[in-house]
Structure formats: structure tokens, C-alpha cells
């Protein structure tokens, strides 16, 4: 069963920059759109970002100019350079891909990284 796995999180000061990854492994034949989603405590999941295997982002208009999206189809490995962070960015992170298995078209969603930011 093909599996995502986060790696990056922690905390961080105001201003502060981390960077998110995403390892996607099992039996899978192609990975299409990928993103990385929030939830922060006592919200629900947003979009934060995706890209389509092409190269195509869509932003959320919070963190437009202050994070990047990017993805190594040849390691099935997805990024998030996170730069000038703030305490509102705080958050579980997720990441997400949907793509084909063997099993057919799947979605599948990582176990998140955690993300704090503090003033």
C-alpha cells in the first residue's frame, strides 16, 4: 500500500524558516498532484499549496511570497521551503498525492508534522 511519510517539522521563532518533506513509497506506478494542508488547533484543514506533476502550484493567498512547492518525481519526493514564518502558520502539516497504485486511483494522506511558531 503506498504510504506518505512528513519529515521536517519542529519549532521555530518568528521570521524563521523551515523546510517540510514528503517520501512517498510503496507499490505505486505514477504520482499527479501533490500538496501540502494545515489544521491548526480548533480549525479545520486548509490548502496550503499544491503542484501538478507538470510543474502547475496553487497558493493560498496566506503564504503567497513566503513558502515554495517543490517536488522530485524521480525520488517521489514532495518539499515545502517555509520562509519568514508566522504564528499563525502554526499547525499540523499534511502532506497529500494522489496517485495511481496497483490498486487503482488512490488518495492518500501522510501522518502530518507539527509545526509551531512562536512570537
Known amino acids: 500500500q503506498p504510504q506518505l511519510v512528513e519529515s521536517g517539522g519542529g519549532l521555530v521563532q518568528a521570521g524563521g524558516s523551515l523546510r517540510l518533506s514528503c517520501a512517498a513509497s510503496?507499490?505505486?506506478?505514477?504520482?499527479?498532484?501533490m500538496g501540502w494542508y494545515r489544521q491548526a488547533p480548533g480549525k479545520q484543514r486548509e490548502l496550503v499549496v499544491t503542484i501538478t506533476s507538470g510543474g502547475s502550484t496553487n497558493y493560498a493567498d496566506s503564504v503567497k511570497g513566503r513558502f515554495t512547492i517543490s517536488r522530485d518525481n524521480a525520488a517521489n519526493t514532495l518539499y515545502l521551503q517555509m520562509n519568514n514564518l508566522k504564528p499563525e502558520d502554526t499547525a499540523l502539516y499534511y502532506c497529500?498525492?494522489?496517485?495511481?497504485?496497483?490498486?487503482?486511483?488512490?488518495?492518500?494522506w501522510g501522518q502530518g508534522t507539527l509545526v509551531t511558531v512562536s512570537s
Open positions: 510503496g507499490r505505486l506506478f505514477a504520482i499527479n498532484t
Open positions: 497529500n498525492a494522489h496517485l495511481k497504485s496497483w490498486a487503482g486511483n488512490l488518495e492518500v
